[in-house]
């Protein structure tokens, strides 16, 4: 029997470090940036980090980080005041910009044929958080697992960006939202006063969902990328528990079955 109980133990500590989203920003690193994109009329936040490499040829690597996604790039090459950034592995998206003042100015550039398109952005070195929290956050729940639907036209160069946004899903933390979608995509957000906002730069682009709600199991919004900006409507499929309340009940039922092992008679 207590064999048994040591069992279930330990599928329950596994179970519980790898069934749930994280935030993996790290907001006191002195190497952690914060970005913003400017897309029309908005600003998407974007964080990352600009770390020194050694062993690495360019010296410099950037990491951006997105709830429980990361996105590596090595070659990262630094000359003077000027920095470049490769995002893609023919190098036609990519980053470009200027030092001034220990921060940085620049464009996102996408140079294919078929698409190109450039966006400005400016960074800084900071630890505050992607978004600012609003003063009245909505008190609906969005935990769970959600289906978007984005009114493209069918013949837009962006429908596959479109079908891997298509479904998330989203957890409500302490003070974030964190989501996870196709292909190790992830999204860090907050709770507005009538919806939500997530950002990401994990398909190597910056991407801005800007969701109110309708009830609290639907939403309507408006998607940013680089490239265009189109309405969408929202619809949670299945309920997931949050974050925190998962944790509480996995310390509880964690507690509960070593007491049982420490106190079963041998």
């Not at 960074?123 to 609906?140: D, H, I, M």
């Not at 998330?168 to 302490?174: A, E, F, P, R």
């Not at 969902?209 to 199991?217: L, S, V």
Request: glycine share 6%; proline share 6%; hydrophobic share 35%.
């Amino acid at each position: 029997m207590k064999k048994t109980i040591l069992f279930f133990f330990f599928v329950l500590v596994t179970w519980g470090c790898t069934d749930h989203l994280w935030n993996e920003d790290q907001s006191t690193s002195p190497n952690r940036w914060k970005a913003h994109f400017r897309i029309q009329d908005r600003e998407v936040p974007i964080i990352f980090h600009l770390d020194t490499v050694p062993l690495n040829i360019y010296g410099f690597r950037v990491r951006f980080v997105d709830g429980p996604g990361k996105n590596q790039k090595d070659i990262v090459e630094i000359v003077n005041d000027s920095i470049s950034v490769k995002l893609d592995y023919f190098g036609e998206v990519n980053l470009k910009g200027v030092f001034e003042n220990k921060k940085i100015k620049g464009v996102y550039r996408n140079e294919n044929t078929n698409l190109q398109h450039e966006i400005p952005f400016r960074a800084q070195q900071s630890n505050e958080p992607r978004f600012t929290p609003v003063k009245k956050p909505s008190a609906t729940n969005p935990t769970g697992d959600w289906e978007f639907v984005f009114k493209a036209d069918s013949t837009s160069p962006n429908l596959g960006l479109y079908q891997k946004l298509s479904q998330l899903q989203l957890y409500k933390t302490d003070s974030t939202l964190v989501a996870s979608g196709y292909y190790y995509q992830g999204f860090e957000g907050i709770l507005t006063e009538n919806g939500f906002v997530l950002s990401s730069f994990s398909r190597d682009q910056p991407v801005l969902y800007d969701a109110t709600f309708i009830n609290p199991n639907e939403v309507k919004g408006t998607l940013y990328t680089p490239m265009e900006v189109i309405p969408f409507r929202g619809r949670k499929k299945s309920n997931l528990e949050s974050t925190t309340e998962s944790s509480s009940n996995i310390i509880v039922t964690l507690w509960n079955l070593l007491k049982a092992y420490i106190e079963y008679p041998k």
